[in-house]
């Protein structure tokens, strides 16, 4: 299975700030949208991403005060993303192997898409269900 596969059924929609937002609006958009991360964009260029651990790490260390910062001050510059080609058990590695649960989805230098570990996780029990729906149907007609 593919990337493509899950971005097909998830929907290409991508949340993104531009890196001057300030810190509240960028976790007030995270939380109506009851996403972990959003992309930091300047003229649909990725110039990096913020996910929860990032403001959990910034409070931690910074105080509420960080609130007040510019996302570009507390995002995570070095994205690493993937292709609509890749499979899942691809991005599955490059996740844990990279200690991340978000993927921007890149097509032709353009962002197609925002692939989580809740969407790989929703795909593989789908995968899961189907195949013990299919075997039980084998089983029944043998």
Not at 18 to 45: F, H, N, W, Y
Not at 93 to 98: A, C, K, L
Not at 114 to 123: A, Q
Request: glycine share 8%; with cysteine; aromatic share 2%.
């Amino acid at each position: 299975m593919t990337v493509r596969s899950i971005l097909n059924t998830k929907g290409h929609q991508i949340m993104s700030v531009e890196p001057d937002t300030k810190m509240s609006a960028a976790i007030k958009l995270l939380g109506e949208k009851k996403i972990g991360a959003v992309l930091v964009m300047s003229q649909s260029r990725i110039e990096g991403i913020l996910s929860e651990r990032d403001i959990v790490r910034v409070l931690g260390e910074r105080g509420a005060g960080v609130l007040e910062e510019p996302v570009s001050s507390v995002m995570t510059r070095k994205v690493v993303s993937c292709k609509e080609t890749d499979t899942v058990a691809e991005i599955m590695d490059t996740m844990t192997n990279g200690k991340f649960r978000h993927l921007p989805v890149i097509d032709n230098g353009m962002v197609v898409g925002l692939i989580s570990i809740g969407d790989i996780v929703k795909w593989r029990v789908r995968e899961y269900e189907t195949e013990q729906e299919a075997l039980r149907d084998y089983i029944k007609t043998a």
